[in-house]
């Protein structure tokens, strides 16, 4: 969240007395060279935390034949608080079997239906568009994260053949779609510095050409739209979406939408912010442990080069110390990501000079400097 009278409304109930205790999944490519540097602050932040780190990875794969193991959902559902999870994503693996597996497997399987990704300007200079100010890009992506095409039904019928037919089934349900319409509304009522009086809530469907799956988004956002008559709900094509993104982003506060518009229009969002580099999520589900990750992938074009930006897993763990309850310390790890930002203390992507390694040294500089409370 940004501001310092925001409250994150999706977090765990507070356990006195008890550590949290966070898995970590660091992955394939620039996964752990982001990771590796995140959790560099976690003693700086002061917030006692217990970290287990897990192997599911392109390399574990490919040794083991392990994708996610038996168990393992029930593990961390019962046993941790949440999971801080880098990327998965590697060329030795064509088919992506283990990001399959492991990272939609978790989202399904721990059932994360709400994917948070803030699309928030942290200064100017990142902005490609011309004479947009943070003000103005400050909202919320609330993208569904537990149906449409990702479910993978479906199959295929004459495989390798001119014949060949595929079919991917786009699964909406009644509740899935309630659920997170009505997270946006919870969300879009939070402060966060926007400019708007009154809260806004726009719904992103293609209900034109999909009336079938986009007419029960629209039925569900009616209803949960008129119980709310304090927000200024509304609703574009995602098309029309697409475009005002870019053309006009300060008219939005949270945006709902489903699985794959969620994911495309995310990246968009991230663009506008300076790029997959500074771009945070979560994959939440109210109250129990959830995912925290970077929108990005496992980017192979530079991994292992010491370019990789990340600031997006610094911002990624400020999420995950929000959903703990510790929104102190995601304000000030927020802060301090801003203010590398500002002092140009960043790497390639976004216009520094800097390595991974060195930029992480420039966030924990700022955390750890007697000023910093
Ligand atoms: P990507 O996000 O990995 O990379 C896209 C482009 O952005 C690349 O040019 C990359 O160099 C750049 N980039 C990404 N993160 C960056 C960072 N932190 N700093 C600087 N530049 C960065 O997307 P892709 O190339 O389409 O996918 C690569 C692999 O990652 C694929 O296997 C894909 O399935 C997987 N993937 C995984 C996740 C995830 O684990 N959550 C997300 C997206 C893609
Ligand atoms: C993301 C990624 C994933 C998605 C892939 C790796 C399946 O692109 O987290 O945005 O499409 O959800
Ligand atoms: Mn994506």
Redesign the pocket.
């Known amino acids: 969240m940004t501001g310092a009278d925001s409250v994150y409304p999706f977090g765990l109930a507070p356990v006195p007395g008890r550590r949290r205790r966070i898995a970590v999944i660091a992955g394939d490519g620039i996964g752990p060279e982001v990771v590796e540097q995140a959790l560099r602050v976690v003693g700086p932040l002061g917030v006692p935390l217990e970290i287990q780190h897990f192997p599911w990875s392109a390399n574990h794969y490919l040794q083991t034949q392990e994708t996610l193991p038996k168990g393992a959902l029930i593990e961390l559902r019962d046993q941790f608080d949440a999971i801080f999870f880098g990327a998965l994503g590697d060329p030795r693996v064509p088919d992506g079997v283990v990001a399959r597996d492991v990272l939609l497997g978790l989202r399904f399987g721990l059932d994360l239906y709400i994917n948070l990704r803030p699309v928030q300007l942290l200064d100017e200079k990142l902005c490609p568009v011309k004479g947009k100010s943070r003000r103005d890009v400050n909202f919320w992506v609330l993208r569904e994260n537990t149906e449409g095409p990702y479910v993978q039904m479906g199959g295929s019928f004459k495989r390798d053949t001119p014949d060949e037919v595929a079919i991917s089934e786009d699964l909406n349900t009644r509740r899935g779609v309630e659920r997170i319409i009505r997270a946006a509304y919870t969300l879009a009522k939070v402060p966060h510095g926007s400019s708007h009086d009154t809260p806004r809530v726009c719904m992103v469907d293609k209900a034109n050409a999909l009336p079938h799956a986009h007419g029960l988004w629209q039925r569900a956002f009616r209803e949960v739209a008129a119980e709310h008559r304090d927000v200024q709900s509304s609703h574009l094509f995602v098309d029309v979406a697409a475009m005002e993104f870019v053309r006009t982003p300060e008219r939005f506060d949270a945006v709902v939408t489903s699985n794959l518009f969620g994911?495309?229009l995310?990246?968009l969002g991230a663009a506008i912010c300076g790029g997959l580099g500074v771009a945070a999520s979560g994959n939440i589900h109210p109250g129990r442990c959830s995912l925290f990750e970077p929108?990005h992938?496992s980017a192979p074009d530079i991994a292992g080069k010491g370019l990789a930006n990340p600031l997006a897993a610094f911002l990624t763990l400020a999420m995950l110390y929000d959903h703990l309850g510790e929104g102190r310390a995601a304000e000030r790890l927020r802060r301090a990501v801003e203010h590398v930002v500002l002092a140009g203390q960043v790497t390639r992507d976004v216009g520094g000079t800097l390595s991974t390694a060195e930029c992480g040294d420039a966030v924990l500089r700022v955390l750890t400097s007697p000023t910093s409370n």
Do not use: Q, R, S
Request: charged share 35%; proline share 0%; no cysteine.
């Open positions: 994911d495309i995310t990246d929108v992938g």
